[in-house]
């Protein structure tokens, strides 16, 4: 040992953990604390309400679910076209908490029917297709590929194997392994957004994590952010090069973990609320429903809801039963900015139902208020249903709460409030 400056202790032979999957993505030593903020697997079907399929012609580019290995199988038809497409993509973008390290887990199987062509280009990772992490093998480039895709003035960066620089699984690198995309591969991905972070990619071979490229963007060559935002889907599928393809591919399952995160973190969040006026129920009617706008500050809006409570107040003579469902669709709603500056998400309490809600995910009863009295009901929601828009950024029926309600023996007076908070 030596002495230090202002009398501190230098120990000259400190022990230090070198870089490698030991370390999560902001050098700090990984211990067994991720939050898991999503997950996916496709034991019973192909999770049509946490995943949307979108496709150039769905009759030739579609997915099916195999019920004997339990996954997603990606098909092109054998009339499928250049330029056709067919992806899986979840309709959440997954919040990145600043200053923690966020790990994507993907299982996938390129090529299962046992060979590799040049047909195709295949993705997976966390990105929605203009911004985020892929790895993909492409047809064009005949070799598998890292990807960071950017909508910032940074640009995107695309590195082929051969150019990885931690190890390119060619059986030459430190590892001494091969990559083999004929069998099923699980991809590893680590990030420290902050807009200006590392970025680490690579695959958990036997148990074992092997990084192979790290893109750098701090104290290096660019200018700005590397990417334009870190909240992002999963998304699996592939594009065709070629006419008249015939091809396939598997999506087995994904999960996307907050290391050092907390799910406090994941519910700290803008609070917000939509009352209605007074309405009057005897038969089951529309209370009030609540949906994503489009657009937030300009942007398409992918904001993360979070409904916390319902509260009903009955003031009328009778009891009355609620309803909070997705899935319906309204006659002439008027939507109004739950805030017109600060909020993501729009409110409406005048319209009917053309369809009632088909998926009803809660329900309970206001007791009678019986004239001058009120009783109120809160009840409070944890659910996975994503309320989004989709993936084309539209807003769609599955991506719309509502609360209906109805007048139990006759007509009786209500008042509903929802609140959510929303995450950004």
Known sequence: MSQGYTGYTILENAVTIKDSANLDAFSRLRVSNPLNIFSNQFTYDLSPLVFEQYSSDPAKCYVTHDGTNRLADIIFSNNANVGDYIYMQSYEYIPYQPGRSQLVFITFNMFPNGSINNDSLKIAGLSDGVNG?????????????????????????????????????????????????????????????????????????????????????????????????????????????????????????CSVASEGGSEDAQRFGYTFTASTPL????????????????????????????????????????????????????????????????SAFEYDYSASFTTTPQTIIDSGYAPSGGGSRSSSVGSIISSKYPITLDAAGFQRNLGTLSIAAEGLGGATDLYATLKWKEIR
Not at 282 to 307: A, C, D, E, W
Request: proline residues 5%; negative net charge.
């Open 279 to 342: 309405i009057t129920t005897n038969t089951y009617r529309h209370i009030m429903s609540v949906q994503p706008s489009l657009t937030f500050n300009g942007i398409q809006n992918r904001t993360k809801l979070i409904l916390t409570e319902i509260d009903i107040i009955n003031t009328g003579n009778r009891p009355a039963q609620w309803y909070l469902g997705i899935n319906a669709i309204l006659n002439t709603p008027t939507w109004n900015t739950a805030d017109p500056i600060y």
């Open 133 to 253: 992490f892929e790895f993909q093998y492409d047809g064009n480039m005949v070799s598998p590929a890292f990807a960071v895709y950017s909508t910032t003035a940074a640009g995107s960066q695309i590195v082929q194997q051969g150019s990885w620089n931690l190890d390119p699984l060619t059986g030459a690198g430190p590892s001494g392994l091969s990559l083999d995309l004929t069998k099923p591969q699980i991809l590893v991905i680590d990030f420290q957004a902050l807009y200006v972070g590392r970025v680490r990619m690579g695959f958990d071979i036997d148990g074992t994590i092997i990084y192979c490229h790290e893109f750098l963007n701090c104290n290096a060559s660019l200018i700005y952010p590397y990417i334009a935002t870190a909240n992002l889907p999963i998304r699996v599928g592939m594009y065709s090069l070629v006419a008249n393809i015939s091809d396939d591919m598997h999506f087995i399952c």
